[in-house]
């Protein structure tokens, strides 16, 4: 029986949900398997890791490019080295104690500081298991660069050339796109998930998300909104952020707009089958999943750093509008209302997705095992 252990890392909701996609797909592949998902920032695995995250989310609060400094200080080949080195350290004998516990033959990670732990145990300690990361990004960067990693997978030929150009062998990269959950290509048609919400036939409808931590200005989003004469279905994800849900409510009851609002919730693939058009802040994930639904989406706010090369990603398609600072919201919604921009949106997004990169991904870390079986 063959024990994987999955690390993903609950620094927003897309290293998780990735997890996930590929969890729900080694399952079905392998059914007499023995898996294992782990939070590595959660509190019991490591207080330090708790922490650690708990701290970034505060200053994120305070300094919106805190991530940004994070991220070009991990840019730089040395300097990238020492930060990479730094929180491999810090996190390795919480590592230790997961792999002597679970004892796995491969270990995935959708997170850099899990896999960067690994890769340090495994080079340290002789340790024997496959190493497989999933970079949740959609630009190449310094920080999931890592040795004794056996399988990398990606979301672009451009970051597979990158990496080659970094010296990493041929065979050890894939890129079969950012796993998304399959059950974003069962879901029921557009107009049955718009009456089961009860929207108005022919009302377009408007889904605002911040992530699981409610981010992204949603507040003064809504009130922008108000300015559209047109009655729109503003469909609210504030997340677990119970402060927001509350103004959103309030400010609900008394739009001229048909307004719903919903907290942290597993719902979110059903409200983007609902909508027209979603305003979000670019997280890779999100992107992904709405590539697949071919839904057009309105950027803004992005976390600078990795978000931003989102951001550039999808609107370079024509699957998304960037709306930068001081730019209109208002406007810029209206002007998608308009006309066909929506469906030619629509029309990129589909081509763009990666529906099958969970299974794909899935597959592989499957033959990944079977030929350590044969070498062994």
């Keep these: 029986m063959k024990k994987i252990l999955i690390l993903t890392a609950s620094i927003g909701s897309g290293h998780i949900k990735a997890a996930e996609a590929i969890e729900i797909e080694l399952r079905r592949l392998l059914p ?4 294992t998902t782990v939070d590595f920032m959660d509190s019991r695995i490591s207080r330090i890791h708790w922490f650690m995250k708990k701290f970034y989310l505060v200053m994120l609060a305070f300094v919106p490019n805190l991530y940004d400094v994070f991220y070009k200080l991990s840019g730089g080949s040395s300097g990238g080295t020492l930060v990479q080195n730094a929180f491999a350290y810090v996190m390795m004998p919480a590592m230790k104690k997961l792999v002597r516990r679970c004892g796995p033959d491969l270990v995935l990670c959708t997170h850099p500081f899990p896999e960067g732990a690994a890769s340090l145990l495994k080079r340290r300690h002789k340790e024997n298991y496959h190493l497989a990361a999933v970079m949740t990004d959609y630009s190449l960067h310094q920080i999931w660069l890592y040795p004794a990693v056996d399988r990398y997978y990606m979301a672009t030929e451009e970051m597979r050339m990158g990496m080659i150009g970094h010296g990493f062998a041929v065979d050890t990269l894939m890129v079969p796109g950012i796993p998304v959950a399959s059950v974003l290509q069962e879901m029921q048609d ?11 036939e022919g009302q377009p409808a408007v889904l605002l998300m911040g992530g699981g931590l409610g981010l992204g200005g949603i507040e003064a989003n809504l009130k922008d909104l108000e300015r559209i004469e047109k009655r729109l279905t503003l469909l609210v994800v ?5 402060r927001l849900k509350g103004r959103v409510q309030e400010m609900g009851a008394v739009s001229h707009h048909q307004v719903l609002v919903w907290g942290y ?10 909508a027209d058009l979603l305003i979000t802040k670019p997280g890779a994930l999100t992107i992904s999943e709405a590539f697949v639904l071919g839904l057009p989406m ?3 706010d992005p976390i600078p750093g990795p978000e931003t090369e989102n951001a550039i990603y999808a609107t370079r398609h024509g699957a998304a509008v960037w709306l930068h600072p001081r730019e209109d919201l208002a406007r810029a919604v209206k002007n998608l209302l308009h006309g066909d921009a929506l469906q030619k949106m629509s029309k990129a997004a589909r081509t763009c997705a990666k529906p099958l990169a969970a299974s794909e991904i899935a597959e592989d ?11 062994s």
């Design 32 to 35: 007499d398997a023995e898996i």
């Design 298 to 300: 309105l950027l803004h």
């Design 238 to 242: 504030a997340g677990r952020n119970e």
């Design 190 to 200: 557009k107009q049955g998930v718009r009456r089961a919400l009860a929207i108005p």
């Design 365 to 375: 870390l499957r033959k990944l095992l079977e030929e350590g079986e044969m070498i």
């Design 265 to 274: 919730t597993d719902q979110v693939h059903f409200l983007m089958r609902a």
